[in-house]
């Protein structure tokens, strides 16, 4: 005890400042970080800007903008590409506009529209000027969309839903797109490539006087498809993944595409790949 009252009390230890030459040199090393950090995003931006063709004077429209990730030159054709199409959830559901204004009818033909996106968002009542806020709770109310139906590139009328069949859908296929052309393949095993380099393939099925459904062929050999509005899948109805849509399950609880038309061939040239959102009156243009 008398030990420990004796004990002198131990001094703090002095904390050395840093000199002024120290405080310029730390100052000068974060000032160089910044530069090069503002250096590699300046890069960026300029990259991410020549790719989207800001400085060729294109449009900088999303539908461009999803759509123009599927033309790589290839030496087969200008539009193609090894793996194509691409089987992609964020292209067609991360935007709602996309999502709800495209059905299976457009993801068969792998194609966006930027008059579907534009008719979606004035369903909604959307403007450029809407806060976040705003923009989510006016989404949030589903109004329905548009959607693109075969025949109508080609002026055709909508025919009555009673009268859906598979001879009905492939006149109106072909009439909006006479390059796309059926196909037969009656094995359970399809091909990784069903078509020519320069196509990919797809299939129609239906539920007899009701509606219709579309499926296509991704590059790597797999199958996807859109129902309506909903997010694009490739599993069918018991949530098994889609090997042949001729034998996959297609029941679902409001409809049974019972009756499965054809397999198809399709162009991956964009320019060969057509439809409307509404009837068109002139179509010569």
């Known amino acids: 005890m008398i030990e420990y009252m004796n004990k002198k009390p131990s001094k703090k230890k002095h904390i050395r400042k840093s000199s002024k030459s120290n405080k310029k040199s730390l100052r000068k090393y974060r000032n160089r970080n910044r530069s090069k950090s503002i250096t590699k995003s300046k890069t960026r931006g300029k990259r991410r800007y020549k790719k989207r063709g800001g400085e060729n004077g294109e449009s900088n429209s999303l539908a461009l903008r999803m759509n123009s990730n599927n033309r790589v030159h290839n030496n087969n054709n200008k539009y193609t590409r090894k793996v194509y199409p691409v089987y992609s959830r964020k292209k067609w559901n991360k935007n709602k506009m996309v999502k709800r204004g495209h059905n299976c009818y457009t993801y068969f033909l792998d194609k966006i529209s930027n008059k579907v996106i534009q008719d979606c968002r004035e369903k909604h009542g959307l403007s450029e000027y809407d806060t976040k806020q705003t923009r989510s709770r006016k989404i949030r109310k589903r109004k329905p969309c548009g959607k693109p139906q075969p025949g109508y590139y080609a002026g055709m009328e909508r025919y009555p839903k009673n009268e859906t069949s598979c001879e009905h859908l492939h006149k109106r296929i072909v009439a909006d797109n006479p390059d796309i052309y059926p196909i037969e393949h009656n094995g359970k095993t399809l091909p990784a490539q069903m078509c020519n ?54 029941k679902y609880t409001n409809y049974d595409y019972s009756d499965f038309c054809s397999f198809y061939c399709i162009p991956k040239d964009p320019d060969k790949r057509n439809y409307s959102l509404h009837r068109r009156e002139n179509t010569d243009t």
């Open 197 to 250: 380099d320069n196509e990919y393939a797809g299939a129609l099925v239906v539920h007899p006087n009701k509606t219709y459904h579309f499926y296509r062929q991704d590059g790597d050999g797999s199958w996807s498809h859109k129902p309506g509005s909903l997010q694009t899948t490739k599993n069918d109805a018991s949530g098994k993944p889609i090997t042949n849509p001729k034998y996959a399950d297609r």
